[in-house]
């Protein structure tokens, strides 16, 4: 392949390079014509067995080629090789739009969408490491003397041989107490002391059918005997009995005797029932959030949350049951597994054969672990489940898995591999990639980080800009060509100090540092892998807060800080209610904070964490809605002559409310299609063709276009189109400010990223009027932005600090951290090893510590 970052080479000698790579048609693809969303009909020619990348600012068409184009095409003609029955079982993606694509070979996606949280889904599942533990203990394990040897399917809380009985091996159970659901026990049950029970009329049918039964509903709740509170709230029973709404008790005994015909007939259901029903089978996240708060989870009393059942738990390795060994982090189990893995059995050895079972089977588990720890998670546990986990770190994991399957001749397809990864653990991921090229696979990653670009055989930059503005090919060849790319977003960010030109890296890192106007002083504080720290914020400035990955960083501000602040100013922190039992078992794992506040909240009025976590969960929660701008817009379709001739308001233009809204997919703009032997998939709705509103609504238009089109827009277009509508453009103007000129304004929440989110939720921000003194915390705000996006986000964030705020981020990306104002570096390592503040002051003093891992990374 190409010689790496060699800046010598001639414009001549760079293109023939590139030709002679080319010219071997056995090891190329070649895509003719993709129009896969904002791709305008490319054409572009790929090397195989290479790391090629695909880079170019936010919503410039990368992924639409590299997962859109390449990853979809050779989905589509693998699955034209399996059964119709097969093919509903895999997630299918939409076939591209593309003439030809020539050289293809088979396609491994490792994206960073984690699928459906599950509760059963851990480390140790995704990686295959538990299926080499339950075999080491069925084979190898120390049994008790007067136990039958098991199987390794007893080993997993996953089988029924395997699973605790009391809580399904799931290690928590979900409990509905009295005090839950009653909790005024003076209200009778007429006046709703069940709370659990349904509102409206459900809950009044519950009621009626109690008088039935025969027992007092006007009586205070705890003058109700024992016996019948419980027989009311816990039991199993279901009797369906006559229903007289209108009739007392007396009334209804007497109605039943004389054979008076009921009103209808009615069954009974418990209310700890109701709400175990409820929360695992509605489709509705109001419904589940209503039970939940009914529910309260704690450790299994039977295997104290270890999922297994009793004669599982009996057997040892290592002086350890397997659920101990499941919750020791991956590097102290490296160290469990290292004795037996490379102890050389000999003939003299006693039970020599189980002892080469034991020596084999660690040896493998050992390799995966290994493979694990080198990508930077050494900190994870095997019991980690997946919901708990950032989209990156589940994105190593899967590239662990695949550098150990051995496949050969793949074509792996990564999103951002580098994300929530330190600059030190970035090496790691790179000698990984280099290993699957290595084994005879190609490597085709879309990278914003400069050096996984500068480390690529060859780079694709997509571009020039975003949406409408970019999908074309800026260049594409190997990484020296690039730098003579005028026009590229890209090709700036890869300079050196040593190159002709300055960048804009080193540009930024001249101007002044802004001087702290107090300090935010925590003591004691304690969370996950922080242990009785006591820290200093300068208020007034931009922080910096970096580390290697799990070193601490997120504990301490994203968690800590923010639960503290809040606190202190007499808020409480927002909390979003599970749906489902992923999301009560992540909420059970959260930790307590510790510690205190000791200074400086006198001159903190207000506390905004920007988070990554979703707009909203449903197809129904769009940029539009969640910035409000969408609240204006209606009102100007409904001054509209047209719409006040029919007597539309505002709210008939929300394809939320009935009124406007087409019926047949109730504004949705798709519907669900079930096929017989395929996956279900959705559809644009045949009745409004995806438009999400009934015809009548379509007629009425503003300057030419109908709320649907307006919807369509993309935030640079709609920009354009409310020229003259300022509270509507200061909306649009925040969201351009970060990058975000490419997204429709109707884009669902959900397709939208992490880092978009966070970047919708910070826009919503800046267009309000900025009151100084407020405290903004953020988790990581550059994910998924390209530098030149960066540069960006970094003058909204320096324009808050110079307005009298406090802007503090966790960040792993180093062209932030060289242009803050302080830096807190945490660390020194990941897990039990961090915790502690390695490194802290002016990001030149911090660039000068020999102990912290971020240092030699500093752009000074």
């Given at each position: 392949m190409t010689s790496k970052n060699n800046k010598n080479k001639t414009n001549a000698e760079i293109n023939l390079e590139i030709q002679n790579i080319l010219n071997d048609s056995n090891n190329q693809i070649q895509v003719r014509g993709a129009r896969v969303h904002n791709l305008k009909n490319v054409d572009v020619d790929l090397p195989r067995n290479a790391l090629v990348v695909f880079t170019g600012i936010s919503g410039s068409g990368k992924s639409s080629l590299a997962f859109g184009t390449l990853f979809a095409e050779s989905q589509r003609r693998y699955l034209d090789s399996v059964s119709p029955y097969a093919r509903r079982l895999i997630d299918q993606v939409d076939e591209p739009d593309v003439d030809a694509i020539e050289g293809l070979p088979p396609a491994v996606a490792l994206q960073q969408q984690r699928g459906t949280p599950s509760v059963r889904s851990s480390v140790g599942s995704v990686t295959t490491v538990s299926n080499g533990l339950?075999?080491?203990?069925?084979?190898?394990?120390?049994?008790?003397?007067?136990?039958e040897i098991l199987y390794a399917d007893a080993f997993s809380p996953n089988t029924p041989e395997g699973a605790c009985p009391t809580c399904s091996g799931i290690g928590r159970v979900f409990e509905v107490t009295e005090a839950l659901m009653v909790p005024d026990a003076t209200k009778s049950i007429r006046e709703r002391a069940i709370s659990?029970?349904?509102?409206?009329?459900?809950?009044?049918?519950?009621?009626?059918?109690?008088?039935?039964?025969?027992?007092?509903?006007?009586?205070?709740?705890?003058?109700?005997?024992?016996?019948?509170?419980?027989?009311?709230?816990?039991t199993d029973e279901t009797p369906t009995v006559p229903v007289y709404p209108e009739y007392n008790t007396e009334q209804t005994r007497i109605a039943i005797e004389k054979g008076e015909k009921p009103n209808y007939m009615g069954t009974f259901t418990s209310a700890k029932n109701f709400i175990l029903h409820s929360f695992a089978n509605t489709q509705s996240p109001r419904t589940k959030k209503r039970v939940s708060q009914f529910m309260q989870i704690s450790e299994c009393p039977e295997c104290h949350g270890k999922k297994l059942k009793k004669e599982s738990l009996s057997v040892k390795f290592a002086g350890l049951d397997i659920g101990e060994l499941s919750q020791l982090t991956l590097t102290e189990l490296a160290l469990k597994l290292e004795k037996t893995a490379r102890t050389k059995v000999v003939n003299e050895t006693p039970n020599r054969e189980k002892a080469i079972v034991a020596q084999r089977i660690a040896s493998d588990i050992l390799t995966r672990v290994e493979a694990l720890t080198r990508l930077g998670l050494g900190y994870l546990s095997l019991e980690r489940t997946t919901p708990t986990l950032s989209p990156g770190e589940l994105q190593r994991l899967r590239l662990a898995t695949q550098i150990r399957s051995q496949l050969f001749g793949v074509v792996y397809v990564l999103d951002e591999p580098s994300a929530g990864l330190h600059p030190a653990d970035t090496q790691a991921l790179l000698r990984a990639l280099d290993e699957l090229i290595a084994a005879g696979n190609s490597v085709f990653v879309v990278?914003?980080?400069?050096?996984?670009?500068?480390?690529?055989?060859?780079?694709?930059?997509?571009?020039?800009k975003a949406g409408t503005h970019g999908g074309e090919i800026v260049y594409s060849g190997p990484i020296e060509g690039l730098r003579n790319v005028a026009h590229s977003q890209t090709a700036q960010y890869l300079l050196t100090d040593t190159d002709s030109v300055d960048s804009t890296t080193n540009q930024l890192s001249t101007l002044s540092l802004r001087q702290?106007?107090?300090?935010?002083?925590l003591a004691d504080i304690e969370r996950n892998n922080i242990q009785g720290l006591s820290v200093e914020f300068p208020l007034g400035v931009m922080t910096c807060v970096t580390g290697v990955s799990g070193s601490g960083k997120s504990s301490l501000v994203s968690q800590a800080l923010v639960e503290l602040v809040n606190e202190a100013l007499g808020q409480k922190a927002h909390v979003d209610s599970p749906t489902g039992?992923?999301?009560?078992?992540?909420?059970e794992f959260e930790t307590v904070t510790n510690g205190k506040i000791i200074a400086g909240m006198d001159k903190v009025s207000r506390l905004i964490n920007i988070n990554q976590k979703a707009i909203g969960r449903t197809p129904r929660s769009n940029l539009a809605t969640y910035t409000g701008l969408?609240?204006?817009?209606?009102?100007?379709?409904?001054?509209?002559?047209?719409?006040?001739?029919?007597?539309?308001?505002?709210?008939?233009?929300?394809?939320?409310?009935v009124k406007g809204r087409c019926p047949n997919c109730e504004g949705l703009g798709f519907v669900s299609v079930e096929l017989l032997f395929l996956p279900s998939v959705y559809a644009p709705c045949q009745v409004c063709h995806g438009q999400r509103y009934d015809d009548e609504t379509l007629e009425i238009t503003y300057r030419d276009k109908n709320i649907a089109e307006v919807l369509n827009l993309t935030v640079e277009a709609a920009y354009e189109f409310f020229a003259d509508e300022a509270s509507i453009l200061r909306a649009l103007a925040a969201l351009l400010q970060v990058g975000l000129g490419y997204l429709r304004l109707g884009q669902p929440a959900t397709e939208l990223s992490g880092g978009e989110a966070q970047r919708i939720k910070l826009a919503t921000e800046l267009?309000?009027?900025?009151?100084?003194?407020?405290?903004?915390?953020?988790?990581?705000?550059?994910?998924?932005?390209?530098?030149?996006?960066?540069?960006?986000?970094?003058?909204?964030?320096?324009?808050?600090?110079?307005?009298?705020?406090?802007?503090?981020?966790?960040?792993h990306d180093m062209q932030v951290a060289s242009n803050s104002d302080w830096i807190i570096d945490i660390g020194p390592g990941a897990g039990d090893e961090g915790g502690q503040i390695v490194a802290q002051g002016t990001p030149d003093e911090v660039a000068k510590s020999k102990t912290s891992r971020t240092a030699p990374f500093l752009l000074m």
């Open positions: 339950r075999m080491l203990y069925s084979r190898a394990g120390e049994y008790p003397a007067d136990q659990a029970w349904p509102p409206a009329w459900q809950g009044q049918n519950l009621s009626r059918i109690l008088t039935t039964l025969g027992y007092d509903i006007d009586t205070p709740w705890n003058k109700l005997p024992k016996k019948a509170r419980d027989w009311i709230l816990f990278e914003h980080d400069v050096s996984v670009i500068r480390h690529a055989d060859w780079v694709v930059d997509v571009g020039p702290p106007t107090a300090w935010l002083k039992e992923a999301d009560l078992l992540e909420q969408f609240d204006n817009v209606r009102k100007l379709f409904a001054a509209t002559e047209q719409a006040k001739a029919r007597g539309y308001d505002a709210s008939r233009f929300s394809f939320n409310t267009q309000r009027t900025q009151r100084g003194d407020t405290l903004y915390i953020l988790d990581e705000p550059t994910t998924g932005l390209h530098p030149a996006d960066v540069s960006m986000l970094m003058a909204q964030l320096n324009g808050l600090v110079n307005a009298g705020n406090t802007v503090i981020m966790v960040e």
